[in-house]
């Protein structure tokens, strides 16, 4: 299986939320993903990495980053996403848990 | 002077093909697996109307590959009649030209295959019907001249036991023998007595006892492990948002993952929510493993199934108060009446689709498949012809804005029709589209109509991982567009939704999302399943579920 490395930058108008420690969530069963962040030193950005098997996503990818760092207030970031054919809906899903586990 | 007029043209032709066919029947009109071919032959004559029974459960299998091996040069161009054509042998058919002309409803594995050769000019497209549309057709215009069907025994006189398994035989039999033609039967089992007669002797012609049971597909048994935490995600919106909302009791649950989830979170979640005895009480299904839990925990009243489902045999007939059954102690669905109810007296109908447009219809057709929707249409619409009341039927016609420019002041009710899906299907591909493949299909088929599962005006909810949009609180199609691209995410139609215009909406009740619902997306876990396995649902039947090999992994 041929992985494709992705790279993006979000930047939310307003960050106010990070990680103090490097988090680990999810596996990468089919139809899902693996999430590790990280604090960075990005100048209030979120830096992301997604390896994926799949091409010809790109916007797509960046569209559901792009509103996940706007509605979590996140910046200062750095993301690495190991996906398995996930849908935008289970990306979403396991980036709030991810944050979730880290606020908890 | 005048002349006698003929009056029994259709007995006469029948009597004539049975005495052509009496060499090959025997005591109880018996005949041997090796005869089938010659009965066939003596029986079926080209361009007749004929049934081979099956629909997307158990399968006339038997007589269906018999019927493929007659000789073409006394049979050929049938116009078949029946209810799926799920089986390789049901389009070999067409292939060697035995049949001609297909009237249907649902393709299941074959669909390729009918598109393939309407386009080739193989076979000549009837129409696309849901279930009891075609049955209804039975009694008036597609009358089968020779019926193939199936039941799991027959006695020595040929009465025909059916069982757990009813589901289409009666109206089959019926339309058939009463315009004087002939009715076949396979059964697995000649005995000396059955369990019950449901179908009597005299209208059976002959009976054969087939060399293997008939097949049938456990379609209905969906895997607890196998549910996601989106779909737990969009069964809490769908409990809280619309169950709870509108107080729904009668309701027919579809067969993808999204219902089989909120089965299994009536007693979680819905016991939270305090909705036992207020919701799913009265249902339309076929015996769904994952209804064990709640109707374990007495939510459900009554149940009428379309069909039966492999396992279930001995926990539905340990459950008389619950299931229709019989004075032997075994169920007797029914399709033809399920569906009746299913079309007239349910409050709601809840199922997943593919694709979902900016108007809001929805279909499960893709370009290169002649699928058909089965019964979903007949139940996923708003039924013109009821007249009786219930409070969540009256709530949602109560709340379309759009009555008094059909009705005038006129008060009426209006079925909840809810399509429930993730706005992005297996592979990425979104759900909700511009335009849908079903417009391709048409055109590569030569159908006349796109076809249609759901129509946008009988949809009253969308349910999406962003929340749920109130189409039955749409006042123009304007309002309705703007809804739907609310809730349709990152598809090529929800990036076109306006955050202030989504603003509008959710300040309305128009769309709420689950924040608004108060729905905690965190607790959207396996956790919420009364069952996360199988095996924990055999666990509930107290061992009277006995799940087919396939589906044991302990």
Known sequence: MALNTLEFECKCAAPAASVDKPLHFGVVGSGDLEVLMSPAKAGGKVTVKVVTPVTGFDVLWQRVLAAFVENAKLGDVAIEINDNNATPAVVTLRLRQALAEAAA | ?554
């Open chain 2, 1 to 554: 002077m005048k002349t006698q007029k003929k009056w029994d043209n259709l007995a006469t032709d029948t009597a004539e093909r049975m005495a052509a066919a009496s060499q090959f029947i025997g005591n109880g009109k018996r005949v041997e697996p090796k005869d089938i071919v010659g009965l066939l032959e003596a029986v079926i004559r080209p361009g007749d109307r004929v049934n081979i029974e099956g629909n997307n459960q158990k399968q006339a299998d038997f007589l269906a590959e018999c019927l493929l091996k007659v000789d073409k040069s006394k049979i050929h161009d049938l116009h078949m009649v029946q209810s799926a054509v799920p089986l390789a042998a049901h389009l070999d058919l067409f292939e060697q030209g035995i049949a001609k002309k297909l009237d249907f409803a649902f393709g299941g594995p074959q669909a390729g295959r009918v598109a393939k050769f309407i386009k080739e000019g193989k076979l000549e497209l009837g129409a696309i019907h849901t279930y009891l549309e075609l049955f209804a057709r039975y009694f008036l215009d597609l009358t089968p001249k020779v019926s193939l069907i199936c039941a799991f025994e027959a006695d020595r006189e040929g009465n025909l036991y059916t069982g757990f398994n009813t589901e289409d035989t009666p109206v089959i039999v019926e339309a058939t023998k009463f315009r004087q033609g002939i009715v076949i039967a396979q059964v697995n089992k000649i005995v000396d007595k059955l369990p019950r007669v449901d179908i009597p002797a005299g209208w059976v012609d002959a009976v054969v006892e087939s060399p293997r049971p008939f097949f049938v597909e456990p379609l209905f048994t969906r895997d607890p492990a196998l549910v996601t935490n989106n779909q737990i995600l969009l069964g809490m919106l769908c409990l809280k948002g619309i169950y709870a909302e509108y107080g729904v009791q009668r309701i027919n649950h579809g067969i993808g993952f999204l219902t089989s989830a909120i089965e299994l979170m009536l007693p979680t979640y819905g016991e939270e929510l305090g909705l036992k005895g207020k919701v799913c009480t009265h249902m339309i299904l076929n015996p769904h493993p994952t209804m064990i839990p709640a109707i374990e925990e007495g939510w459900v009243d009554t149940i009428h199934c379309f069909g039966g489902e492999l396992g279930m045999e001995k926990y539905v007939a340990a459950r008389p108060d619950v299931f229709f059954v019989g004075p032997d102690g075994t169920l007797r669905s029914n399709r033809a009446y399920a569906q009746t109810a299913g079309h007239y007296a349910l409050d709601m109908f809840i199922g997943g689709t593919l694709q979902i447009d900016p108007y809001g219809n929805s279909s499960t057709a893709t370009a290169n498949r002649v699928a058909g929707f089965g019964g979903a249409p007949n139940m996923g619409c708003d039924p013109k012809g009821r007249r009786h009341v219930t409070q969540s039927w009256l709530k949602c016609g109560q709340e379309l804005p759009s009555m008094p420019e059909q009705i005038g002041t006129m008060p009426r009710g209006k079925r909840l029709v809810v399509q429930g899906i993730e706005t992005f299907g297996e592979g990425r591909d979104p759900a909700f589209v511009e335009e849908l493949d079903a417009w391709q299909l048409a055109k590569n088929a030569g159908l006349d109509l796109p076809p249609v599962m759901i129509y946008g005006d009988d949809v009253t909810h969308i349910v999406t991982e962003e929340g749920i949009a109130y189409l039955s609180r749409c006042k123009d199609m304007e309002t309705r567009m703007a809804a739907i691209r609310a809730v349709a995410g990152f598809t090529p139609v929800g990036i076109n939704a306006k955050p202030e215009e989504t603003r509008r909406l959710r300040d309305a009740k128009i769309v709420m999302t689950p924040e608004d619902l108060g729905v905690d997306r965190d607790r959207a876990t396996r956790d919420m399943l009364a069952a996360k396995n199988i095996r924990d649902l055999v666990t509930w039947s107290g061992g009277l579920y006995e799940p087919p090999a396939r589906f044991r992994n302990w």
